[in-house]
């Protein structure tokens, strides 16, 4: 519904610039949170300010959870302390703690101390970031599996919370002990008991597990929401499918910006200067492997001297084999992120690394039939040819290997495909100004 | 639950390798379909093809669903078409097209005479693939706007659909238009009509809308589940968040793979000739692109051959303005991806152009510096350097420019981040070396 949005952004601004508050507030109010979050999105940054100001604190709470990261960080880092922390009263808990977990430190600090007296907050903050215990909500339905059916449907009822996904089934010492649906309830017979009635299999996840895992249980099963438990079995909290949506949707976000050796940090910064600032290590780390493939070059400066035409096809031994190494790489720190390589290893190393060597046969055998009509120099094609074929097929290996070995490490694979395009750099270039020293100038003519 | 299904896969092996039928029978009727699609994951061909023919057709049926396309489409094509048939008329016709519409086009052929004579199929294959339509569920409950909470709450209990996220509400023509959560109706005096209690804003999509954008919705406004609608706004499906997980998680995962030059059927595809064959076309563009790069370097050989020194730092040239164009071009292909561009797109563009510009001038000032200590050439180290702002920049306009208008012409966006690496490398290398040529052997020394 982008067009919608279009006509809601223009509505927006023609009233602001007439000043007619009255007639947009009536239209704010008239808006799904979500629709805001876009509005706001587009407008400028006082355009912005102006009509977040004008929402009423619940709406402006909602409204911030539906919108982009980016926003999100700045109209929390625009808004005095107090009124953001009056916004985020209207929250649930684990939402008002996810909002805070995406601010900057300094922000962060300030802000923490006004809403940690909330009893679910401090509870959540007793969790890492980034696991299921920090996202999960409180706001979940247990009922005890002494309750009768009749008296489950009572107190869902009575319930104050939003939306009844499941209702989770707890013994009398808050064990969680199985599950069922609200249509299950329904239709059970009102005099059973819930143990009776219920699906005492229930899929459950550990406070302390990473998000991601969380989401890859929940996306396996098909489930809308799953109930997480301490150390002992007890119910403590779910996280529900729209907070999984968040994570696979980011999480592939973080791992694409760090495969081009940008930072997720980024997303939520506005500065072009701390930008570049974040792409900066990388940066260098580029400057000093590439002066490196320069020594290499130096190194064979006899070479280059006594043939140019050498030099002609540095660039395609660093394009081709570079480019194998990414892909191989990309595609191994995805199938680690979608849980894809789980047990299936073996057969995508294996796959890979024959792709790698078939396409530097291909790659190579033409460049050496193209190095040929256009130089007719049949050594420099074979050179060509031969350094194309070995470097892709290490390249292969090597985007296999690295990556693997990172996630043993507990290194982030994403990480380590930048800088592996410049190690395969400085190993192209060597392999081929070495096999061409031996070939044009070594080998007697 | 790794370690769950490790010790299940070994079980498996154990019980297969004993010929125990009955012993695996009964292990397997235990299993959560998800968790034997990941066992059978684990497993080679042989096991996993026993396994799989032991599956009762409906629990094969569950199993195949919850499970990695890679491995659909291998157990399908290796099942006889009538024997799949039979499997694929346990599932939802959704379900059961979607399985189908994985299959390489001859198996597909084959078996959709099979399936088609079914109600839902045939209504299903009206619409495109990757569409709202042909993705949707028909397995939804609408009811009258007229009838009593009561009723509905009995028309519930006697439905046969396996779960009920929302009751959509439908006038007498079949229109859309309310809904309510089931909990709502629980909550609601048992007399009242649905159109009294319902909500009347009701978030749908068209059949004709893609999946993606259906994605993108539902993961807006928090929703389980969209309804789907005709161009006359009668309600014909609805597409759950189960789906629109995959979605994601799969529009994630071939981009990604695009933007490597690889190809999404990779995935599927087990023959690494045609793996190899998938990424032929980009790999051949590379080579007739950096035989390019090659001809401005031999254009230049009276530079090269003045001062062999100018080509050590190619590599340098041609590794920056590739990977600040690889950045660029990869962060606006993600944006547009999770709609972070609608609205946004100046912002974005501004603060790419600004970023590349000044990692150019940071980077330009580091290698004037080091080529001056390292080669003691002060004309050499401006030539790297100021090539290496002039090129970075314009690789941050090519990155921001291309895939702008990619989308503009209805092109995919991620296709062109492979090709465009070729581009700034040929780029990069003429900049370079007519300012080298330029400052060091046309200027009065």
């Known amino acids: 519904m982008p067009k919608k949005i279009d006509l809601m952004v223009e509505s927006c601004r023609r009233l602001l610039r007439k000043g007619a508050k009255g007639h947009l507030e009536n239209l704010l109010s008239k808006l799904h949170p979500a629709d805001i979050a876009a509005v706001l999105g587009r407008l400028n940054r006082q355009e912005r300010d102006a009509i977040f100001a004008m929402l009423p604190p619940e709406t402006a709470a909602k409204a911030l959870v539906d919108m982009d990261s ?60 980034e696991t299921a215990g920090r996202i999960m909500t409180t706001d979940y339905l247990a009922l005890p599996e002494e309750l009768t059916v009749e008296e489950a449907i009572e107190r ?27 249509r299950q309830l329904i239709l059970a017979d009102p005099n059973t008991k819930l143990k009776e009635v219920m ?79 974040y792409r900066l290590p990388w940066l260098a780390f580029t400057i000093v492997g590439e002066m490196l493939s320069g020594l290499v070059l130096k190194h064979y400066h006899n070479t280059i001297a006594t043939m140019v035409s050498v030099s002609f096809f540095v660039p395609l031994i660093m394009a081709l084999s570079g480019a194998v190494g990414n892909q191989t790489q990309t595609i191994i720190v995805r199938a680690m992120a979608t849980g894809r390589m789980e047990g299936m290893a073996w057969k995508i190393l294996r796959r890979q690394l ?71 750099d400085i190993m192209g270039t060597l392999i081929y100004l070495s096999l061409a020293t031996y070939l044009l100038t070594t080998l007697p003519q």
């Not at 869902?156 to 609200?182: A, M, P, Q, T």
């Not at 980011?250 to 930008?275: F, N, P, Q, R």
């Not at 420099?380 to 996630?407: F, N």
């Open 70 to 129: 980016l926003l999100q960080t700045k109209l929390m880092e625009d808004m005095p302390t107090k009124e953001l922390a009056e916004v985020l009263s209207h929250l649930p808990a684990d939402e008002a703690v996810g909002l805070v977990d995406n601010l900057p430190e300094e922000k962060k600090e300030e802000i923490l101390p006004l809403i940690e007296g909330r009893e679910g907050v401090s509870r959540l903050m007793l969790y890492e970031e």
């Open 156 to 182: 869902v009822r009575e319930s104050k919370e939003k939306e009844v996904f499941y209702i989770y089934v707890v013994d009398s010492r808050n064990h969680l002990v199985g599950v069922l649906s609200l």
């Open 199 to 277: 699906n005492p299999e229930v899929i459950s996840v550990r406070a302390d597990m990473d998000q991601e895992e969380v989401a890859r249980i929940v996306a396996r099963y098909d489930i809308l929401a799953v109930p997480v438990v301490d150390e002992g079995n007890h119910l403590i909290g779910m996280v529900t499918v729209d907070d999984v949506i968040n994570i696979i949707q980011d999480e592939a976000t973080e791992d694409i910006y760090k495969m081009v050796g940008a930072s997720e940090e980024e997303l939520w910064e506005a500065s072009t200067l701390k930008i570049a600032g």
């Open 354 to 424: 024959s792709v790698g060597a078939l396409m530097g046969l291909a790659a190579g055998t033409l460049a050496c039939v193209m190095v040929m009509v256009v130089q007719h120099n049949h050594l420099l094609g074979i050179s060509v040819g031969v350094s194309l074929l070995i470097s892709m097929s290490i390249s292969a290996v090597i985007g296999v290997v690295v990556p693997t070995m990172a996630k043993k490490m507990g290194v982030d694979p994403a990480l380590t495909v930048p800088s592996i395009a410049t190690l395969n």
